[in-house]
């Protein structure tokens, strides 16, 4: 991680500063309107622009020693740290307090801060004037107070004359980043939190200009403190009253207003497996270069496919043309030839390894907004995340991200999500990082998703990628796929209808982690540009054919749009035969036998609806099978030979089926109409499949409302209506998305069953994605519902963000000597989880021992740590832990949720 401590090479370039900072904080002989400091942002990005807007302190406040020391500057984040010391001369601490050079007047004062979260300490963010013998003459500030309840202090005063109050807050301070503000007026000054408005005060406002000022204290009184606390700060911004906003941050007021346009493209969501060069999607960039910071031209030769893959082949081809610029080296550059919207792009890659070498998937729009992933090769652990607006690098846009493995050593996913007010970037589909902002201080025009693979040169060499030295044969980067999923999208992307029939549209949103909901019943649809009467759109999504010809149709959603074409053909055009007014184009065909049989024909990923009239309806989303399938839709003369019924029937009966065993990937939607008159007292509606197998109907997890029940469907079986008694509690078949045909289904849906393992908000259980060191002793506690063995605490200094329950879990864990952290204290609770870890884990709780058992049959035993063996030994004897294939143990690899969840249940056993 890259850290900066400010000390003797940041003093010394602030010798002055001392004196500087005393004539600052001396306001009585200037106005408030005649601070000379102009509007600032600061990112704590360069340590050396911090230097040119402050100092810190360096003398002795109370019981406080201010110390540089305690400053640093770490990934974009300025870090102040308190610490307890021998008390000398009453002076028992050692904090850190950055203070402006120049004085600041009326206007906005605002940062976003972590706070440290002991009790009696304060972060505070405040501007201060004092007079000439030093005494505190005029200030404003908020103070977020540490605690077991987090609180926020404000106080302002003039000539001496102070007023405090205290404010409950709602959140825990010190777990996350949050935004704190205050507007300094002549007339009035109000406080807000995270853009709330807290407070309003218009009595003795401060009138004189004073220095702004950023420090962690120690309240006098306190007792049995050991400390140490650091507060960290995003950013600190001035933005003086009459001045444009100098940078996009999150204060109260700032930026555009809420509900910014979305960008508008009708490129639709795209899948490339890289199998070919496809130049209907993409273009190779050739013969021309980026700049002084890039070492290499793009040529379209240095864009290769081969097995699946594509690789970006970077070597000493000079790159001769005059739009090269005379580059040394030549590199690869594959980007789309559209430009998409806010939506999901992911990427399988494998980086390139070497100093000065940056290996990237990004967007890119005309205009210079901008959305990056780069690993660079000379640390290819971490990835590193940026943005731009229209060129400018977005407020506090720069983060590093530890990967917890080598990224050039194999493919991995990485993604991200680009909404209005948020990007969120995913690692093998776990969330990394999210930026967030309410007033839309984000990229918002349409982009290219582009990849290159490229060598820094001049200041980025010097400063970032470190000098790239040829290693005499050429370096690639792989790529094996980029997907990408508008944010919100039609059913199709386009449709074709005939001159009088009528058509409902549907409408899919993309869900935070790569999944869809159905949004139809929430969006709005309209025309996007006048057609002359060729459709008709209710605002529901009812299209209706008018005469022959072309259109497009909107749909708006949390203000994001998507758009699909409409072709609507003559009545003696030979296209399909309507199918009961639902969808017929786009590839989907869509026939009916006679009234009470339908069949519905999907190209592989391609989202369709099935209906029979209005009695039964099935939405099939575009990832429910990567297969073409013909899906037919039945209603029964009669439920003969289904026998077990549950209760008094309120619908037919109807049966799902298909014309080949391809199974869906994702649960489709179903809705059945039943009979509301047939339902008796103490009686619900629900919904149930008919199980041919086991001979019995097997309820699923419904919603009924107006005669009408939802629910989502994984089978395909017989379905029906039931009036049954209503039950406090009854087992209900929970849906899991991802799971079908998974090699762990059942095992993973018994656990869920039992409780010890749950499934995310999109309904997914991810069985392929790692598991981390919380999530696996969670599981482990709850499943093999480990006791508290002791009356020790173990106190590890990295779980105070989890949820108190995850950090009970774990401390019972502990406890039990089933996990004994690290040797900073540290438990690391986001770290992967080997296997080796998570079998040692289980063998400590069930406390077996290993010593009598041997490992002889594996191929990559050695691979194991000695520490591990005896643990890895006994658990193959106990068959809690299988191989896997080609006859590994794969001690070092990551586990997989699937994993966790098998041994678990074989642990129970």
Request: charged share 25%; hydrophobic share 40%.
């Amino acid at each position: 991680m890259k850290k900066i401590v400010l000390k003797q090479g940041f003093i010394m370039y602030l010798v002055v500063a001392f004196c500087l900072g005393a004539v600052g904080m001396n306001g009585s002989i200037a106005s408030v309107q005649a601070a000379e400091v102009d509007s600032f942002v600061e990112n704590f990005d360069d340590p050396i622009q911090l230097a040119v807007l402050g100092y810190l302190a360096t003398w002795a406040q109370g019981h406080i020693q201010w110390v540089g020391n305690n400053a640093t500057v770490d990934d974009g984040k300025l870090k102040l740290t308190l610490k307890k010391q021998t008390c000398e001369a009453s002076i028992c601490y050692t904090s850190a307090q950055f203070s402006t050079f120049k004085d600041n007047g009326y206007g906005r004062y605002s940062a976003s801060i972590k706070a440290a979260g002991e009790n009696d300490v304060s972060t505070n963010l405040f501007v201060y004037s004092a007079n000439e013998d030093w005494t505190l003459e005029n200030i404003v500030e908020t103070q977020v107070l540490g605690g077991e309840q987090s609180k926020l202090k404000i106080l302002w005063g003039k000539d001496s004359n102070f007023q405090t109050k205290i404010i409950d807050l709602d959140f825990d301070a010190s777990a996350a980043y949050h935004n704190y503000a205050f507007d300094w007026s002549a007339d009035e000054i109000k406080w807000y939190v995270d853009d709330q408005l807290i407070a309003t005060e218009t009595t003795g406002i401060p009138e004189n200009p004073g220095t702004f000022i950023l420090n962690v204290m120690i309240d006098e009184s306190a007792t049995n403190y050991e400390g140490p606390s650091q507060a960290s700060f995003d950013f600190i911004k001035y933005h003086k009253l009459g001045e444009p906003d100098p940078g996009s941050g999150t204060g109260p007021g700032e930026g555009p207003e809420p509900n910014p346009p979305a960008p508008e493209s009708p490129a639709y969501g795209f899948e490339d497996n890289f199998n070919s060069y496809n130049e209907q999607l993409w273009y190779k960039s050739d013969n021309w270069a980026n700049g002084p910071d890039f070492n290499v031209g793009w040529l379209a030769s240095h864009v290769e496919f081969a097995d699946g893959k594509m690789a970006l082949r970077l070597d000493d081809e000079l790159c001769l043309d005059e739009k090269c610029q005379g580059k040394p080296f030549s590199s690869g550059e594959y980007a789309t030839n559209e430009t998409y919207g806010y939506g999901r792009i992911e990427g399988r890659l494998k980086v390139a390894k070497g100093d000065g070498l940056v290996t990237s998937l990004f967007t890119y729009s005309p205009n210079a907004d901008e959305i990056d992933i780069e690993i660079l090769g000379k640390d290819t652990t971490k990835m590193e995340t940026n943005y731009y607006i229209k060129g400018v690098r977005g407020f506090g846009a720069h983060a590093i991200i530890d990967l917890g493995f080598d990224a050039s050593e194999d493919f991995h996913d990485y993604a991200i999500e680009w909404s209005w007010n948020y990007i969120k970037w995913y690692v093998d589909g776990e969330l990394v990082r999210t930026v967030e902002s309410n007033k839309g201080n984000l990229p918002s025009e349409p982009s290219r998703v582009m990849m290159n693979l490229w060598a820094g040169a001049g200041a980025a060499a010097a400063t970032w990628t470190k000098e790239f030295i040829y290693p005499g044969t050429p370096v690639r980067a792989y790529y094996e796929g980029v997907t990408f999923t508008p944010e919100i999208r039609f059913a199709q992307p386009s449709y074709e209808l005939k001159v009088g029939d009528s058509l409902s549209l549907s409408a899919f949103a993309l869900l935070p982690g790569g999944g869809e909901t159905n949004i139809t019943e929430d969006a709005l649809f309209e025309l996007a540009a006048a057609d002359d009467g060729t459709v008709s759109l209710s605002g529901g999504g009812v299209l209706k054919g008018l005469k022959a010809g072309s259109s497009v149709i909107k749909v708006t959603y949390q203000n994001t749009t998507a758009l699909a074409a409409i072709k609507v053909n003559s009545v003696n055009n030979s296209g399909n035969n309507g199918g009961g007014g639902y969808f017929s184009g786009g590839g989907t065909d869509l026939t009916f036998d006679n009234v009470n049989k339908t069949k519905l024909d999907l190209k592989a990923n391609q989202a369709g609806q099935i209906n029979l009239g209005n009695e039964i309806k099935l939405e099939i989303p575009s990832d429910a099978t990567d297969k073409d399938i013909q899906i037919i839709l039945e209603k029964l003369k009669s439920a003969a030979g289904l026998v077990n019924m549950p209760g008094e029937l309120m619908s037919s009966v109807y049966e799902v089926t298909r014309s080949n065993s391809i199974n869906f990937h994702v649960p489709i939607k179903l809705t059945l109409k039943y009979d509301t008159q047939k339902l008796g007292k103490d009686q619900e509606a629900a919904i149930f499949y008919y199980d041919k197998t086991n001979k019995e109907w097997v309820r699923l997890d419904g919603i009924a409302n107006g005669g009408f029940i939802t629910a989502d469907l994984e089978q395909f079986a017989p379905l029906a209506v039931f009036a049954v008694d209503v039950e406090e509690e009854r087992p209900v078949l929970s849906p899991v998305t991802d799971i079908a045909n998974h090699w762990a289904e059942a095992g993973i849906r018994r656990a869920i069953e039992e409780g010890f393992a749950s499934r995310y908000a999109d309904h997914s259980f991810r069985p392929d994605a790692k598991i981390n060191r919380a999530e696996f002793i969670v599981m482990l506690v709850q499943a093999l519902q480990i006791e508290d063995r002791s009356e020790a605490i173990a106190s590890f200094t990295d779980v105070t963000q989890l949820r108190d329950s995850d950090q009970e879990q774990i401390q019972r864990a502990a406890k039990a000597g089933i996990i004994r952290g690290y040797e900073d204290g540290s438990f690391r609770p986001d770290l992967p989880i080997t296997r080796a870890e998570m079998t040692a884990m289980i063998a400590r709780a069930l406390q077996l021992s290993g010593e009598e058992h041997t490992l002889t049959s594996f191929a990559d035993q050695v691979k194991i740590a000695a520490w591990a063996r005896p643990f890895m030994a006994a658990a193959v004897e106990q068959g809690i832990l299988e191989g896997r294939g080609n006859n590994v143990l794969a001690p070092n690899d990551n586990a997989t949720r699937a994993e966790a969840v098998t041994m678990l249940l074989r642990s129970k056993s």
